[in-house]
């Protein structure tokens, strides 16, 4: 048997890692999606109500994203909510206190804000070593509250914004929002990381096992900081474009995003456990709760209903995901019996 | 990064240019690595009192001492995991203070601990590589490179695993198997080995023999750590006993006799390894007919009698534990059937295995056998939960006395039984998964590995007791690797082979060439 | 020496000394000092004014969070508690209206729709073994979602007045309100099953490992099965009470309590990596939040501020413990490395 | 932030004291409506507090109507997130001795002593009515975004317009095609409309009866192909809606001064303490600078007539 040939495992190897991608079952609930619902209703793909489906995934997509690769480090970030509610009304401010600053420099600012709130979550997680879902069910609260006594009733509108950053959410480029075009680019960019970078590899080794990765000399702790950040980063990112996009920011703005955000990740097929997943579904998850709102308005489906299907969406999402692993586990066996 | 750190020289690659060289004063070799009266407590527990170890390049270095002696502790703190609390520690002819395992490897120290970490998640072949990964320019990580690599580790050490497999549910064996070929991989200047072969049968063990005689002579320096003389002798040029976690003497392996060995492993002269009383044979207790399962094993079928202990021999990944398993009610099987005193036994029910009068000592202690976080007095009680409950209440008192009588029985090694079992040595920890089955009083003892990882002292404990259990009628199943185990131990050899039972012997006949025969030879021509 | 040492420490931590400086009993002091302060401190919070209001607030969070300590130490979560309870009032509204049943009858059967709710999720996540941290983020919304479906945008208020009137009644001049006593019972009941049955045992067990509590016939499945239901069926219960409570039925009814009641129930020093937890700590954790709350907001304390109190709680509670360790630790190795060193000279020789 | 919990901080319980609750704390509109309240309080000699949840939902009010009741507070100026839920601590807080002034938003009749009322609950609908109709020439589908399903002001008002729409010939060719709830909540309102929009091919108008859906619905307009091309008007605050309006997203709009409302509720507390009125039908009282008002039907008193906003006067007012 240990003449297996190189040409046959490199055959069964592509297989296998296509049927263990978790994120083709996904893809096709959304294409189907979005095919049922046009057959419906002609106008779900006219131009602006395509555009208004990319616009309103974007940012769900970065958070999403962010959230995937804390998640595969076996941990959780709920203050995101929070914290793109920090963000979104830090930018407001900036335009309102330094007015006609560089907006580059605001999304610079934010990402740092970010960052910073991350890595306060990340810290807690690493150096206290305590279970994340409770520091940032913790931290979700002190941000909230930090934000809710900044701002009190106080409200940013996008008339107090330059024209120019409201037009990053309006403007396309070949067909493309803007702002959609900056989620994409996110998309690709961290999940090349973590295919194809040794830092991004010792995420996943770190949430299949964490002590095992810390017994074998991997940088646990510094990793897993690093993923809270970059966490935290992405979040501020989102804060900003969501100033760019919608009308008014406060105290408010954010809140509850948190589970939607896990569920569109848990979705697009990253397990909760840490370990399995990538990027790129988590990101086409985040565009299948969003789009399917869209659907259902569009279909005219009774908005009492509306709740109710995605969380069927959200239930057989996982039970497919739990389908596919099952038989890739099944057509092991059955090989570990043939190499036996 | 470890070069900043870590005060030696930089990282296993410049290592090995320097191995060349140390080979090459061989004339009176210098030691590549020396820990002198290390000391290591856990909370109240003395680890390591005085852990003392010296490694000279090209040789292979034996550490014998029972379990608990502190052989895990020390290997440990050679790793980096845990810092001393005392003692100093020279790599290379420098002073060093690992703060992480990353410092111990980028010193050129590499490690095989007692129990397999793997990540379940990552194929086989990113397993072995991760954190090094083939890269290409731009860092970018060539798979098909790393995928060859791994492919050919496996051929050196003659495995036939697949490196795009995803390690989850890879059997102790196999995990062990790719251990190894990690810490190879690294060719490191120091080599520490913890138990390695514990889970290992004959011919993964020579193998892995040769790959390491390779290594020594390669100028690299080893530390091995077993229960087994045979391999102890066969294997290493010296030899470091511990005891109680201090340091006791180390030998030339030439000069050393095995009985001197255990003498100073145990303070004290050990009766007979073996101590099988053949007792009188009763009526069958366990009847198992046609059982099968796709792909693990196929048409099993046997009987074990009261007072009679059936020994179930093979080669890993025969299919043995899988069959115990099914039998207790894990697993499920296709076809089949199994009955308890003639009485049919449900399949997938190990409540009903147990109330029926079945105890099942699984091979892996520490996923199986235990809840590692539970503490010794919760863990041995385990299994009685029902019994203890009066109107369905526990009384937390009569609980408790069990839990400290059995201990007792099986001198359990504890601080406290209020301890986390995590915290006990392995041969201890195995003692407490026995108590808690013991404590049932099973009709039927399934028992795999039952040594695996225990000390001579213990080994022989554990075999008087499984030979007074049959003495007092009780049916005993037992799974072994250890060929003298199943000669010594055994009234029937069941031998199993690619998941059928391939021969049958009485404790008369049984002879070990027949037996690895009927385990392998078929094998051996497919190869 | 090793003996020695032990046997020194492990007189000091006997099982006893251990309850009393355990997690649980912490929050019960802290929880003691600031009912303490507050009443010192705090202009009209020492009133039987107090007690009455104080309870009924807490008492849904009281009892979701029986439920929910035993599924975390089992190792699961049930996010959709609060949705369970928003469905049941739902249901109980549509079928106050329309069914004509009496009021029992309809209590009795909103209810049993919690059951079922929990029974869904017991469901999934044991018999198809998905992971229930994500599979109740889905009930989360298909429940409530249903509950629109149920009521859609109206209220029932027509409730029969003398029920909202028994639900706020208190026991005589205590301030106490009567439905405390099935409160109370309730309490007994998780308190007995955790703490003093087979059953009980086995939860801490498979809650560090499933697989090993397998090896020891604790049927896992089985046993997480019957946990969703009692969160279900409290559920039920909760969202009974808050109809009444609020003499209206609404979808809306116990929007976003699940969080409030997973961070009482780990403030009650609940392991969220299960094992860990025991109910008289919950039962603490739960009634600081509330207390506390109580008497900051009658101290004219910024709602905000409250925000941010909870949630520092939330963080000390669990970074304090290690932060304590760290230090117990740093303590004991100065002492040891004396009594090492003192013996490990004779070894060193040997080198 | 200016009216948290905290904001006025009135201590005293046997002297007068008044305690606002308004549905939200945190809230632009609501901001106005206490500013008023506040300085109508100190006139008629009361201190007053702000009590109330950060989000707008029943069960988060009650809390602070037993903390009202357990502070001996008089007066208890409440905007009900829920007309029913409330009630139950209401009548706690009378038995305690408080009166209860509902204001902006009504509870059940029972358990409040008078409700201060904006503007006549039909003008309000009509206004909105008469605008739309004006900007999409008197024909073609309309929509409305609310805010809760449950909010008892909104449909009241909503109420009152299909009637309108039902009885009124100038109406005949205006049809109601949907009603949608954005929960007083920015993202939610901005996505209804998208919805509306992309369901509703040949929608004309939308009528937005709350301050955040209307501003909501403009930015996602004033963003869209639809800019111009679909009529909006509403409630809403002049500071919002300024921008909209210069662009001319949204031609026209109306409120009415939301300080006014608390300035009256404020009054017709200290009545109703002072025993002056019982808040029967056909009871009047003063209200400081805004003269005497008038208690009608069941219990309700108006504040006065809305006004529109237009690129024309929209600078003169700032709240
Ligand atoms: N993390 C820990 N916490 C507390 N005590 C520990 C811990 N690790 C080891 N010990 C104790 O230290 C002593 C030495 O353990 P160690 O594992 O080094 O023994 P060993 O020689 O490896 O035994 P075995 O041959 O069975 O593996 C044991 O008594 C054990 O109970
Ligand atoms: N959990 C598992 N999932 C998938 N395959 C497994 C699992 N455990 C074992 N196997 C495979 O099933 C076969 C039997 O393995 P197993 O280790 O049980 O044999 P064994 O004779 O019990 O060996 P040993 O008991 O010495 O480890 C092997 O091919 C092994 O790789
Ligand atoms: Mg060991
Ligand atoms: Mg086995």
Not at chain 1, 80 to 109: C, E, H, K, Y
Not at chain 4, 148 to 172: P, V
Request: charged share 20%; hydrophobic share 50%; net charge negative.
């Amino acid at each position: 048997m240990s003449t297996i040939t190189e040409e046959k495992t490199g055959a069964m190897h592509s297989v296998r890692s296509f049927l263990r991608a978790r994120e083709i079952p996904v893809a096709g609930a959304l294409v189907a999606l979005v095919i049922i619902t046009t057959i419906i209703n002609p106008r779900f793909l006219s131009p602006q109500s395509l555009k208004d489906l990319m616009l309103n995934a974007t940012i769900v997509i970065i958070l999403a994203v962010g959230q995937a690769l804390v998640i595969i480090t076996r941990n959780v970030d709920l203050s995101v909510g929070s914290i793109l509610g920090l963000v979104a009304f830090g930018t407001g401010t900036l335009f309102d206190v330094f007015a006609g600053i560089p907006i580059p420099l605001v999304f610079l600012a934010g990402m740092v804000f970010g960052g910073v709130l991350g890595a306060i979550n990340g810290l807690l997680v690493t150096a206290a070593k305590v279970p994340a879902l409770v520091i940032t069910l913790g931290t979700m609260y002190i941000y909230r509250g930090v934000l809710t006594s900044w701002a009190g009733s106080k409200q940013y509108f996008s008339g107090d914004n330059p024209r120019e950053f409201g037009a990053l959410s309006v403007d396309t480029v070949f067909g493309l929002p803007i702002i959609t075009l900056v989620a994409i680019a996110v998309v690709i960019a961290v999940g090349f990381f973590m295919r194809a970078v040794r830092s991004g590899r010792d995420l996943y080794a770190i949430g299949s096992d964490p002590d095992a990765a810390r017994l074998f000399g991997l940088a646990v702790s510094k990793r897993v900081l690093a993923a809270f950040v970059a966490n935290g980063a992405l979040v501020g990112l989102a804060g900003v474009l969501y100033t760019s996009r919608y009308n008014s920011v406060g105290a408010l703005t954010g809140s509850g995003l948190e589970l939607d955000v896990v569920a569109a990740v848990v979705v697009g097929g990253v397990a909760i456990s840490g370990g399995t997943g990538t990027v790129v579904g988590a990101a086409i998850g985040a565009v299948l709760l969003s789009t399917i709102t869209g659907a259902l308005t569009a279909t005219r489906v009774d908005k009492f209903w509306q709740q109710a299907i995605v969380g069927v969406l959200i239930l057989s999402a996982i039970i497919v995901d739990r389908i596919v692993s099952v038989r890739n586990a099944r057509k092991l066996r059955v090989s570990e019996a043939r190499d036996v | 990064m470890a070069t900043r750190e870590v005060p030696t020289v930089p990282a296993a690659s410049s290592g090995s240019a320097q191995l060349s060289s140390a080979s090459g004063a061989s004339a009176q070799p210098q030691s590549v690595l020396t820990l002198t009266g290390a000391a290591k407590t856990f909370g109240p527990v003395v680890a390591l009192a005085d852990g003392t170890i010296d490694i000279r390049p090209g040789e292979i270095h034996a550490l014998v001492g029972e379990n608990g002696a502190g052989k895990s502790t020390l290997v440990k703190i050679l790793a980096g995991v845990h810092s001393p609390d005392a003692g100093e520690f020279v790599v290379g002819g420098e002073h060093v203070a690992f703060r992480s395992p990353a410092d111990s490897k980028a010193a050129g120290i590499s490690v095989i601990y007692q129990e397999p970490t793997l990540f379940p998640d990552l194929t086989v072949a990113e397993n072995i590589f991760i954190g090094r990964q083939p890269t290409g320019r731009g860092g970018i990580i060539n798979r098909r490179e790393m995928r060859r690599q791994a492919r050919e580790l496996f051929a050196t050490l003659g495995v036939p695993i697949d490196p795009d497999r995803i390690a989850e549910g890879l059997s102790i064996a196999d995990q062990q198997i790719i251990e190894i070929a990690k810490a190879i991989s690294l060719d490191a200047r120091v080599l520490v080995m913890d138990e390695p072969t514990a889970a290992l049968s004959g011919v993964e063990v020579e193998r892995l023999f040769t790959v390491a005689r390779g290594l020594r002579d390669k100028g690299a320096g080893i530390l091995f750590i077993s229960h087994r003389f045979e391999e102890v002798f066969a294997l290493c040029d010296r030899i470091t006993v511990m005891r109680d976690g201090r340091y006791v003497s180390v030998h030339d392996t030439a000069a050393a006799t095995v009985p001197g060995i255990v003498k100073e492993m145990v303070g004290r002269e050990l009766g007979a390894l073996f101590p099988k009383v053949v007792a009188p044979v009763g009526d069958t207790v366990l009847s198992v007919t046609g059982l099968s399962r796709l792909g693990v094993f196929t048409d099993i079928g046997f009987e074990v009698k009261a007072g009679e202990i059936v020994a179930l021999s093979g080669l890993v990944g025969a299919g043995r534990t899988e069959v115990a398993r099914a039998v207790f009610g894990i697993d499920k099987y296709d076809a089949g059937t199994v009955h308890l005193d003639g009485k049919p036994l449900p399949a997938r029910s190990p409540q009903a295995s147990i109330t029926a009068g079945i105890g099942f000592v699984p091979e892996d202690r520490r996923k199986q056998g235990l809840v590692m976080d539970l503490s010794v007095a919760r863990n041995a009680t385990l299994t009685l939960r029902k019994s203890l409950a009066r109107f369905g209440l526990i009384s937390g008192a009569r609980e408790r006395r069990l839990a400290e009588e059995w201990s007792a029985r099986l001198q359990v090694k504890t601080g406290s039984q209020d301890y986390a079992v995590s915290t006990l040595s392995g041969g201890n920890q195995q003692k407490v998964v026995l108590a808690k089955w013991l404590a049932t009083e099973p009709r039927l003892l399934i028992v795999d590995e039952p040594t695996r990882g225990i000390d001579v002292g213990t080994k022989a404990e554990v075999h008087r007791l499984l030979s007074d259990l049959a003495g007092r009628g009780i049916a005993i199943l037992m799974i072994s690797s250890e060929l003298p185990e199943v000669l010594g131990m055994a009234d029937r050899i069941l031998v199993m082979h690619e998941g059928r039972i391939s021969a049958e012997y009485s404790r008369e006949e049984a002879t070990a060439e027949l037996v690895m025969h009927a385990a392998t030879s078929a094998q051996e021509v497919a190869r | 020496m090793s003996e020695t040492l032990t046997a020194s420490i492990v007189k000091s931590r006997s099982a006893i000394g251990k309850r009393l400086i355990g997690h649980d009993a912490v929050i019960i002091y802290v929880l003691i000092a600031v009912v303490i302060v507050s009443c010192l401190t705090v202009r009209y919070f020492a009133s039987t004014l107090t007690v009455g209001f104080l309870l009924i607030q807490v008492i849904p969070i009281l009892l979701l969070a029986l439920p929910m300590a035993l599924v975390i130490i089992s190792g699961e979560i049930d996010l959709s508690v609060a949705s369970i309870a928003g469905l049941t009032s739902a249901v109980m509204g549509v079928l106050w209206r329309d069914s004509g049943w009496d009021i029992v009858t309809v209590m009795v059967a909103s209810v049993f729709v919690g059951v079922v709710c929990g029974a869904f999720n017991g469901f999934l996540i044991t018999t198809l073994g998905l992971p229930s941290l994500a599979v109740t983020i889905g009930t989360l919304a298909l429940f409530r979602g249903l509950a629109l479906v149920v009521i859609g945008d109206q209220k029932v208020a027509n409730f029969p007045k003398e029920l909202n009137i028994f639900v706020l009644s208190k026991i005589g001049a205590t301030g106490i309100p009567v439905v405390m006593i099935f409160v109370i019972l309730i309490i007994a009941f998780f308190a007995i099953l955790l703490h003093f049955t087979p059953f009980g045992r086995g939860l801490y067990a498979l809650g560090y490992s499933t697989e090993a509590a397998s090896f020891v016939g604790i049927r896992v499945g089985h046993a997480k099965f019957w946990l969703f239901i009692a969160t279900g069926t409290v559920a039920g219960l909760v969202g009974v009470f808050l109809t009444l409570r609020l003499a209206s039925a609404g979808p809306d009814n116990g929007t976003g309590m699940e969080l409030s009641v997973i961070a009482a129930v780990l403030l009650g020093g609940v392991s969220i990596f299960g094992g860990k937890g025991s109910i008289p700590g919950v039962i603490g954790g739960v009634l600081l939040i509330g207390v506390l709350t109580y008497s900051l907001r009658l101290a004219k304390v910024p709602e905000t501020a409250l925000i941010i109190v909870t949630g520092s709680l939330l963080v000390i509670s669990v970074v304090a413990p290690s932060v304590t360790a760290w230090a117990k630790e740093r303590i004991r190795l100065s002492r040891v490395h004396k009594v090492v060193q003192g013996s490990s000279t004779l070894g060193s020789t040997h080198a | 932030g200016g009216d948290d919990g905290g904001g006025g901080g009135g201590e005293g319980g046997g002297d007068l004291t008044m305690a606002f609750l308004p549905k939200q704390l945190n809230n632009p509109y609501t901001d106005v409506v206490l500013g008023g309240g506040e300085d109508g309080a100190e006139e008629a000699g009361f201190t007053s507090s702000v009590l109330g949840p950060l989000e707008a939902s029943a069960s988060a009010q009650i809390p602070f109507i037993e903390q009202a009741t357990q502070e001996g507070t008089k007066v208890i100026v409440i905007a009900a997130n829920d007309p029913d839920a409330v009630g139950p601590s209401l009548s706690a807080a009378r038995e305690a001795g408080a009166k209860i002034v509902a204001f902006d938003s009504d509870t059940n009749p029972d358990y409040r002593d008078i409700f201060i009322s904006q503007v006549v609950a039909k003008d309000v609908a009509l206004i909105q009515l008469e605008i739309i109709s004006e900007q999409i020439g008197g024909a073609g589908d309309i929509a409305i975004l609310s805010a809760t399903a449950t909010a008892s002001n909104q449909n009241e008002w909503i109420k009152f317009m299909e009637e309108e729409l039902e009885s009124n010939a100038d109406y005949a060719d205006i049809n109601l095609v949907a009603k949608v709830y954005g929960d007083d909540d920015a993202d939610k309102s901005f996505q209804e409309t998208q919805g509306l929009l992309s369901s509703y091919p040949n929608l004309k108008g939308i009528i937005s009866p709350t301050t955040v859906g209307i501003a909501a619905a403009a930015k996602y307009l004033s963003t869209s192909d639809y800019k111009g091309k679909v009529a909006l008007t509403g409630l809403g605050l002049p500071n919002e809606m300024r921008e909209f309006v210069k662009d001319g997203t949204v031609v026209e709009f109306a409120l009415w001064d939301p300080a006014q409302l608390g300035y009256v509720a404020a009054f017709a507390g200290k009545a109703l303490v002072d025993g002056d009125i019982t808040g029967e039908e056909g009871d009047s009282f003063e209200a400081g600078e805004l003269g005497t008002i008038e208690v009608g039907e069941n219990g309700v008193a108006i504040v006065g007539p809305p006004t529109r906003f237009n690129a024309d006067n929209i600078d003169d007012y700032d709240f």
